[in-house]
């Protein structure tokens, strides 16, 4: 037993949190950043939390994560990180030369109240920062929110510093894809086009994070948001934010900064929420849906009327990020499972309503836990008292999965034991039908192992 | 770059260093250059190391918590290992550094798997966040009944002053077991290093020596400095146990609080990592009379010459006579496959760059199988580590390691002890036994070598695209960025999830690993056909 002094009994915990369903800021803010076109992240704070994030990051993505620090130590932490991060803005320039750097802070320069825009301000005033090049940030303390909010403050920050309205519309428009893989935002886009759209997606970090190999490191892969595309996301006819929690704030501060107007979705993960990102996009664009959407979203059905069986009324764990988990939860009440036990760490006020009200006519008595100590120690609880068919969530979840032999699904961030997150989407029809393929697979392979031999299937 | 590397290869340092630095503002090209030194044999010169990170750089740096929680601390499967903070470090340090364990029994204690945090929220870090540790280490402590809870500071917690070592003694007499903690805020030091040091001291003040009771066996040591990644522990364990020698404690691979509690009663300290935990070696040797010897279990030649040294140590002719016999029952294998490997690598280069003792000794197994090593350095080392602890007095103290407590340390009234006489000591030394002292890595490289401390990202991709090596070793955040250059590279923190490396059986891994790694096809295959021309052919269908 990996696990073995995890208990089944449920005691109340207050201030212990057992293996986190979330980490902190600053991580999300450096994935965003990473989805501009040459950009390079930097942590405002000591070494050691950036080279956190990069090692995370890069574990998950198995591609370069480049990113800087001011690399505080006690002095700074003592007198404040403003001579450190001028510092470091003249050092970047000139070693790594990025067209932009994207400063988020830590807890430490959070808790000390270092004022990066007022440093950035005054770094541009005394011509620290080349002309034509830019200086972006956000503020990420940790103590607050998690991964995602980081996530959701850095894309804020680009609507800060870039969005523009030169009065006249450009006919585009904008999609904020929140905190998907950049196999997701890939996705995203030839669905977009498929409807004869040209969208502005920000972040993208689609050719960053799964760049070719060449033979040669490139520092700032050809993917990524430009900052001309940045700046006319102010003159586009609208913006479509995914996720209330990573997409939502840079959504609303666009429409209070050049009156773009806003609408929140759910992320379009599995066929109801994809419907609705279609639909809405096609209403609000005047633009027909095409028939090849309309076939790829037949094949999604399709196959799910085929498998019915395999899939009718078995019970999932999940635990991961709240955006995502709405959305799947929708997905795989759609297919006919039962949500049965759900934690996210990351705070998000709506969540349990949102998942309640998806999942009342089937599970009207879901375990849900959101916030403080809603962590993978009370999952698994959960999970012995009342045991599931399958658990979705992220790579930590594998110990779970073989303490009680139950079929893990990797889903969520970070994912640092396989590949394909990267490459193969999960939204979208095509990203639904993947998931479905993994679910099936999950079962199917379950029943091939443990079946009878009299009773084991040639055709399933 | 054309004066950097001529055409046989043979490259100007000189010129390398010049280039690796030209990219550099003033400020950091002084700086730098002080700490990429170009290595002499004749007379070792003075590297520049355990210094600031410039801001902006790009380096391989950690912080103090990763090297205090995660290094030293973390592999130990038996103590709640819990980190007051925002949840971001815990969870960072959360099994990543895959330490190996082997619990005795199914229900052997084991808290490896799990990540313990305070999780502290705003609330905290406005009003203090000693109230929620105290509550968490009540939960904790309902919930697991551990022999001890060990509390590491991140850096919010020093800013807002919670004074964790308070609470740990008042937990400590309300639950009755150990608790004790951790000032190890990232910001504290320059690197990994600080928190090694600062583990080191409240493992000695808390635990060491807390536990008197004797062990059976002749021959008693510790192994210091194994931190039980990939498995190398177990392989040493093995090869001790088979030479009769009984471990003691191995700090901190497969390890646990009670082995801690009672290495005071261990004959002799083997030191690996010298960087990591030198101070513990020290400080038990001045307390308890415990001598230290340098030690290094990587290579097929430094087991051989490990297992000899702790064996003329004991000085027992039957214990040098097993310790010959396990040598010379494994050295046939080793040579077969140095041999078999040696016709598809020899000659080609490698380099490290990582921690603080495995830059140093890869370069055995690489030497082995007749690679040469260009380039080397450490993340977090000090000079002594470089050049030997001969230089220890001529190190000027910063104000970033003052900051970190020196312990003061006398000899324990009761127990001291002293293993060997003086006499012994001296005839020991003249027959050639170091006590006490490490060589460093630049006196194992070779001439003209290359030697930079914690590189930075910029000069690692020059060095790279200068000497064009068959392989580098580093760590996670190098490794795609150089392969994208078309190098393979080799985790040495993490092992690229192999292993084990250490001893005989180790060894043999390693040379397997790195065979496969340089004459794998992939490195041939990036280019396309169609890439390789520099012209495109005529097109039969334009005609
Ligand atoms: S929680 Fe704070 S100190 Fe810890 S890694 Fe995250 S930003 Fe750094
Ligand atoms: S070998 Fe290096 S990475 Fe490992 S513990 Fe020692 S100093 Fe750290």
Request: aromatic content about 12%; hydrophobic content about 35%.
């Given at each position: 037993m990996l696990l073995r002094h995890t208990p089944e009994k449920i005691t109340d915990r207050n201030s212990l949190t057992i293996n986190p369903a979330k980490t902190c800021q600053p991580i999300g803010a450096m994935y965003a950043a990473l989805g501009i076109h040459g950009c390079l992240p930097h942590s405002h704070g000591s070494q050691g939390c950036c080279a956190y994030h990069r090692s995370t990051l890069t574990r998950h993505y198995k591609e370069p994560v480049m990113a800087a620090t001011s690399a505080f130590t006690e002095g700074s932490a003592v007198f404040g990180g403003q001579a450190n991060l001028i510092e470091a803005f003249q050092n970047i320039f000139k070693i790594y030369n990025p067209d932009i750097i994207a400063v988020h802070t830590t807890c430490l320069s959070e808790t000390i109240g270092d004022d990066v825009g007022q440093i950035v301000r005054a770094a541009h005033d005394d011509g620290k920062i080349p002309t034509g090049k830019h200086v972006i940030h956000c503020n990420t303390p940790s103590y607050v929110g998690s991964h995602v909010t980081g996530f959701s403050n850095m894309v804020k920050g680009m609507v800060n510093y870039f969005a523009e309205s030169s009065g006249r519309r450009n006919g585009r428009i904008n999609i904020i894809p929140g905190w998907v893989e950049p196999s997701d935002m890939r996705e995203i886009r030839r669905l977009v086009k498929e409807m004869g759209i040209n969208p502005i997606i920000f972040p993208d970090t689609s050719g960053v994070l799964d760049a070719p190999q060449t033979g040669k490191h490139i520092f700032y892969p050809k993917g990524g948001t430009t900052v001309s595309d940045l700046k006319n996301t102010g003159d586009s006819r609208f913006t479509i934010a995914l996720g209330e929690v990573a997409s939502k704030a840079a959504g609303e501060a666009l429409t209070a900064k050049c009156q773009v107007p806003c609408h929140t979705l759910d992320l379009p993960i599995g066929l109801e929420a994809t419907d609705r990102f279609i639909d809405m996009i096609s209403k609000l664009a005047c633009v027909e849906v095409p028939g090849s959407i309309n076939e790829e979203r037949g094949q999604l059905v399709d196959v799910i009327t085929d498998m019915q069986q395999y899939l009718y009324g078995k019970k999932v764990a999940l635990f991961g990020d709240p955006d995502q988990l709405i959305s799947l939860t929708e997905f795989l009440i759609s297919i006919d499972m039962r949500p049965t036990h759900i934690v996210t760490g990351t705070p998000y006020k709506g969540f349990e309503e949102r998942i309640r009200s998806i999942t009342k006519d089937v599970v009207p008595d879901i375990n849900i836990k959101n916030g403080q100590c809603a962590d993978m120690f009370l999952l698994h609880q959960w999970i012995k008292n009342d045991p599931v068919d399958l658990l979705i969530g992220n790579t930590y979840g594998k110990y779970i999965a073989r303490d009680e032999d139950i079929p893990l699904i990797r889903f969520g961030f970070p994912i640092m034991d396989r590949i394909g997150h990267t490459y193969f989407p999960s939204v979208g029809y095509k990203g639904a039908l993947r998931l479905l393929e993994k679910i099936l697979s999950a079962f199917m392979d379950r029943q091939d192992r443990d079946s009878k031999e009299e009773s084991f299937e040639l055709v399933m | 770059m054309d004066n950097v590397s001529s055409k046989n290869n043979n490259f100007n340092p000189t010129a390398v260093k010049d280039e690796l630095l030209k990219i550099y503002p003033v400020k950091v090209l002084r700086k730098r250059s002080k700490s990429i030194v170009i290595n002499d044999n004749e007379a070792t010169p003075e590297i520049q190391a355990n210094v600031r990170t410039i801001p902006g750089i790009i380096s391989q740096r950690g912080c103090s918590y990763a090297g205090c929680k995660g290094v030293v601390l973390g592999p130990t499967r038996d103590i709640v290992n819990l980190t007051h903070g925002p949840i971001g470090c815990g969870f960072y340090s959360?099994?990543?550094?895959?330490?190996q364990t082997r619990p005795p029994t199914d229900s052997s204690e084991n808290y490896m798997p799990y990540c313990f945090s305070t999780d502290m929220q705003e609330n905290e870090i406005v009003f203090g966040g000693e109230k929620k540790l105290r509550m968490a280490i009540q939960e904790a402590y309902d919930l697991f009944h551990p022999k001890a809870i060990g509390i590491f500071s991140t850096c919010p917690v020093g800013l807002i002053g919670d004074d964790v070592h308070a609470v740990a003694r008042e937990m400590s007499a309300t639950l009755g077991i150990n608790i004790f903690g951790f000032s190890c805020e990232g910001y504290k030091g320059v690197s990994q290093s600080a928190g090694h040091h600062i583990a080191n001291n409240q493992l000695f003040k808390?635990?060491?020596?807390k536990n008197d009771q004797k062990h059976e066996g002749k021959f008693k040591i510790n192994l210091l400095g194994e931190y039980n990644i990939g498995g190398d522990a177990f392989v040493i364990e093995e090869l001790l146990k088979r030479c009769g020698i009984t471990l003691?404690?191995?700090?901190?691979?497969?390890?646990t609080y009670d082995q801690f509690a009672n290495s005071h009663m261990a004959d002799l300290n083997a030191v690996m990592c010298h960087r990591s935990i030198n101070y513990v070696a020290d400080m038990i040797e001045k307390k308890f009379g415990i001598p230290w010897i340098k030690v290094n279990f990587i290579g097929a030649a430094a087991t051989a010459k490990a297992l000899r040294k702790i064996a003329a140590y004991f000085g027992d002719a039957e214990l040098i006579n097993r310790v010959e016999h396990v040598i010379a029952d494994e050295l046939e294998a080793v040579r077969l496959a140095q041999e078999d490997v040696r016709t598809r690598c020899a000659g080609k280069r490698a380099m490290l760059f990582v921690g603080g003792s495995r830059a140093h000794h890869y370069q055995e197994l690489f030497k082995e199988i007749g690679m040469e090593v260009v380039a080397a350095g450490y993340e977090f080392g000090h000079r002594d580590d470089y050049e030997g602890r001969a230089v220890l007095p001529t190190i000027k103290v910063d104000a970033d390691s003052r900051n970190i407590e020196e312990l003061d340390v006398e000899a324990d009234p009761l127990r001291y002890e002293p293993r060997r006489t003086v006499e012994q000591i001296e005839t020991l030394t003249n027959s050639g036994m170091e006590f006490k002292d490490y060589d460093g890595l630049m006196n194992d490289m070779a001439e003209g070598s290359l030697v930079i401390d914690d590189i930075s990202h910029s000069e690692m991709e020059q060095l790279i695209d200068i000497y064009k090596p068959s392989v580098f070793c580093a760590g996670i955040k190098e490794k795609y960025a150089v392969q994208k250059m078309g190098v393979p590279c080799k985790q040495l923190h993490s092992y690229d999830y192999g292993g084990p490396y250490a001893g005989f059986e180790g060894a043999i891994n390693y040379y397997r690993e790195i065979d496969r790694i340089v004459n794998s096809r992939v490195w041939a295959l990036i280019k396309a056909p169609w890439q390789k021309y520099p012209e495109l052919q005529a097109c039969y269908t334009t005609a």
């Open positions: - | 959360w099994l990543t550094r895959r330490n808390h635990v060491i020596g003691v404690t191995t700090f901190s691979g497969n390890s």
